[in-house]
């Protein structure tokens, strides 16, 4: 099973301001990605990823998450 972005967000320890801050989103874009309420681009993913990971010592990818990504 895929983890959500809002599990790795946990694991990682980071609360979601202190995410938002980092991957430079708004409370409003966090709160859509990461209970799929709409599908968001892989840019912004990557985005919040690069922080996940570097926190994480992990290398997720878009693709190898449970997230809603916009058709491309």
Not at 3 to 10: G, M, S, V
Not at 16 to 32: F, K
């Amino acid at each position: 099973m895929k983890p959500t972005l809002e599990q790795l967000r946990r694991q990682s320890g980071l609360k979601a301001t202190e995410l938002q801050r980092e991957a430079n989103i708004s409370h409003e874009m966090w709160r859509r990605m990461s209970k799929k309420l709409m599908p968001v681009s892989e840019t912004l993913v990557w985005r919040v990823l690069k922080v996940l990971n570097a926190h994480l010592g992990t290398q997720y990818e878009p693709r190898t998450i449970d997230v809603d990504l916009l058709d491309q």
